[in-house]
DNA sequence: TTCCGACAGTGGGGTCGCAAT
DNA sequence: ATTGCGACCCCACTATCGGAA
C-alpha cells in the first residue's frame, strides 16, 4: 500500500471530532493492508515507530532542508525500511548518516507525505486517535470482540502484534493470547483521590491500603533462574539491575510475574530523592547506589494465573512469595485506620498510599477506578513572571506559566524581586486561557519568538506535590507537578510566597 | 435525558548516554 | 571538559464523545 493512503486517512482522522467516525475511517485502512504491512501501519497510526529507538527529534527535523517530490511514490515498506536503517544508525556514531537517510526520506516523500512521518518519528500525530480508538478501529476492521483485541493487546504488551493477528488469525488464536511468564504485560494504573478517607469511601467495602512509593514501576518476571525487569513503558533494563535479579532469585517461586516499585535507601533506611533513585535507575554502569525492589501485586506464580483473582487472594499470595520485598500495607474498611497508615507512610518518608478494592481484578493498562492514590498537596501563592504562546488546540493563546517565588532579601537577585522556580500549563480551563490571553498583553515587558514577559503583578495560587533540587532555577528550587488552582485578584505580589520557604522543603 | 468512563492532548523537571564542539 | 540532543523516568489536569443508566 502507499504511504498516500495511510495519510489520506489520518488527515480524515484528524478532520472529524467524531470518535466514530475515526474509527470507521481507520478500520477502512486496516482492511487494506497487506498482512506484512498491519505492524509498521500500526507503529505510524501510533505514532510510536515498530522500531522503537530512532535517534530522531525535532532538532534534526528542523535542520533539514530538501526538497519533497511531487507525486506519491513511497510505500508503507519502503518507509519502514528507512526507519530501520534510522534505527540501525542509532547509537553508531554518525549523525550524518542519520541525517543522510532522512534527507533520501524527505526527498521521496510528497510535502503531506513528510509532514505525517516527521510527526510519526517525533512521536506526535495528534490526530485524536492513539491505541484507544485505534484498538476500536482493529477490532471492527477485523469483526472481533473490542474486548478481546482490548485484552490480548493488554497482555502482549504488543498492539502490533495483535492487530496483525486479530486481521489474519482466527477468532480462537486471538482468544488464546494470555499471560507469558518473559513477556511483559501493560500494567495496571491509578486514579487520584483527595484523601484515605475518600478513597476508602469510594471503594464502598473493604480496602488494601499500601504505602506508595516515590521511585520507579517494575514489572519482573521470572523462570527459573532466569530473571527480567521491565519498565512501566515494558523496557527491558535487567542488565541495568543485577541486585533486583538477585532479590528475585531468593524468593521462594520458581516461576513468577511481580508488580511492584525500586527506589534506593539512605544511610538510615529512609527513601532518597526521586532524583537519586532515577540516577541509579536510568544509569547504564552500576552506581554507588543501591536499588531495592518492593512488589504490591503478583499476576502468575508456578503455572497459576491470577489476574483474574480478587486482589485479595493475590495479596495472599504474595505475602507467601515476597517476603521481606513485600510493599506494607494493612487491609481495612477503616477509614480512620487508612488515615492513620497514610500518616505512617509520610512519617517514614514516602509519597502517600495507594487505596485497592479488594474484589478487584488486574486490569492490565487500564487507569481504573479500582486502585485510588493519595498524596498531600501543597499549595503555594506565585506570581506570573512571563507566559508562553501554547501550541495544537492552544495555538494563538496565553499558556505556560512562569512562576516566581519572592526574594525579599535578594538572595538570588534583586532585593524585593522575584526568583522563578518553574513553569505550569496545567489547571487551566478554556476560560482561563481566555483570560490570560487577554490579561497578560496588558502588563507586557517585552516579548520573545516564545513567550510574553510581564511586570510581576499576578497572583496565581499554585498546587504541587513537593520541590526538587534544580541546576535549571537560580534559587537551586523547582516546583513539581505544578498546577493553577486558581488567580488570586485579592492578593498582591508582596503577599506571594518566598523563596526561603520553598527551599525549606528540599531538606525533610 | 442525563451521567460518567475512557481518551487524547498539553505540556512540566530531571536523569542518562552519546556525539559534536 | 562542556554542551546539546534524544529518550525515558516521574506526572496533573481539562475537554470531549458516546455508551450506560
Known amino acids: 500500500m502507499l504511504l498516500n493512503e495511510v495519510v489520506a486517512a489520518t488527515e480524515a482522522v484528524g478532520a472529524t471530532p467524531s470518535r466514530l467516525a475515526k474509527i470507521a475511517a481507520l478500520a477502512a485502512l486496516l482492511r487494506g493492508l497487506d498482512p506484512g504491512e498491519v505492524r509498521p501501519a500500526i507503529g505510524f497510526l501510533t505514532a510510536s ?15 533539514l532542508e530538501t ?61 485524536g486517535a492513539l491505541e484507544g480508538v485505534l484498538l476500536d478501529a482493529i477490532a471492527k476492521a477485523a469483526e472481533r470482540d473490542a474486548s478481546a483485541v482490548r485484552r490480548a493487546a493488554m497482555l502482549s504488551g504488543d498492539l502490533g502484534a495483535t492487530a496483525e493477528l486479530a486481521l489474519t488469525g482466527s477468532a480462537d488464536e486471538l482468544e488464546a493470547v494470555g499471560l507469558v511468564v518473559g513477556r511483559p504485560v501493560m500494567p495496571m494504573l491509578a486514579s487520584t483521590a483527595g484523601s484515605a478517607t475518600e478513597a ?49 532469585r531468593e524468593l521462594p517461586a520458581e516461576r513468577v510475574i511481580l508488580d511492584g516499585e525500586t527506589l534506593s535507601l539512605d544511610e538510615d533506611g529512609g527513601p532518597r530523592p526521586f532524583q537519586d533513585t532515577m540516577a541509579r535507575f536510568g544509569s547504564e554502569s552500576g552506581a554507588a547506589v543501591v536499588l531495592r525492589p518492593w512488589f504490591f501485586d503478583i499476576l502468575h506464580l508456578d503455572g497459576r494465573d491470577l489476574l483474574d483473582e480478587p486482589l485479595s487472594t493475590r495479596l495472599e499470595v504474595l505475602e507467601r512469595v515476597a517476603g521481606a520485598s513485600r510493599m506494607p500495607g494493612i ?46 498537596v501543597l499549595t503555594f501563592d506565585l506570581v506570573v513572571l512571563a507566559v508562553e504562546w501554547g501550541s495544537g488546540r492552544r495555538t494563538g493563546q496565553l499558556s505556560n506559566l512562569h512562576l516566581g517565588a519572592r526574594d ?9 524581586g522575584f526568583v522563578m522556580v518553574g513553569k505550569t500549563f496545567k489547571g487551566l480551563t478554556d476560560a482561563l486561557l481566555r483570560w490570560q490571553t487577554e490579561h497578560f498583553p496588558t502588563i507586557e515587558t517585552h516579548r520573545s519568538s516564545s513567550a510574553v514577559h510581564v511586570r510581576p503583578e499576578t497572583v496565581v495560587e499554585i498546587a504541587i506535590d513537593g520541590v526538587q533540587r534544580s541546576t535549571r532555577y537560580p534559587g537551586g528550587v523547582a516546583l513539581r507537578f505544578a498546577r ?21 522543603l528540599l531538606r525533610g
Open 49 to 63: 515507530p515498530r522500531q522503537g529507538r530512532l535517534g530522531v527529534g525535532w532538532r534534526s527535523l528542523s535542520a
Open 67 to 127: 526538497p519533497h517530490a511531487a507525486g506519491p511514490s513511497l510505500t508503507i515498506l519502503d518507509v519502514d525500511a528507512a526507519l530501520d536503517r534510522l534505527a540501525a544508525a542509532d547509537g553508531q556514531g554518525s549523525v550524518a548518516a542519520r541525517r543522510g537517510e532522512l534527507t533520501l526520506l524527505s526527498e521521496r516523500a510528497t510535502s503531506a507525505e513528510w509532514d505525517f512521518v516527521a510527526r510519526v518519528m517525533l512521536g506526535e500525530l495528534r490526530t
Open 200 to 248: 476508602v469511601q469510594a471503594l464502598g467495602g473493604t480496602a488494601s491500603v499500601e504505602y506508595k512509593l516515590d521511585g520507579a514501576r517494575i514489572q519482573v518476571h521470572r523462570d527459573g533462574d532466569d530473571v527480567r525487569v521491565y519498565t512501566r513503558s515494558l523496557a527491558d533494563i535487567t542488565h541495568r539491575v543485577p541486585e533486583i535479579v538477585e532479590a528475585v
Open 331 to 376: 487491609v481495612t474498611d477503616d477509614a480512620d485506620r487508612a488515615e492513620e497508615f497514610s500518616r505512617e507512610a509520610l512519617a517514614a518518608g514516602h509519597e502517600g498510599v495507594m487505596v485497592k478494592g479488594v474484589e478487584s481484578a488486574y486490569a492490565a493498562g487500564r487507569r481504573g477506578k479500582s486502585w485510588l492514590k493519595v498524596k498531600p
Open 408 to 416: 525579599p532579601e535578594g538572595a538570588y537577585g534583586e532585593p524585593g
Open 484 to 504: 493553577v488552582k486558581g488567580y488570586r485578584p485579592d492578593k498582591s505580589p508582596g503577599d506571594a510566597d518566598t523563596i526561603g520557604s520553598l527551599r525549606t
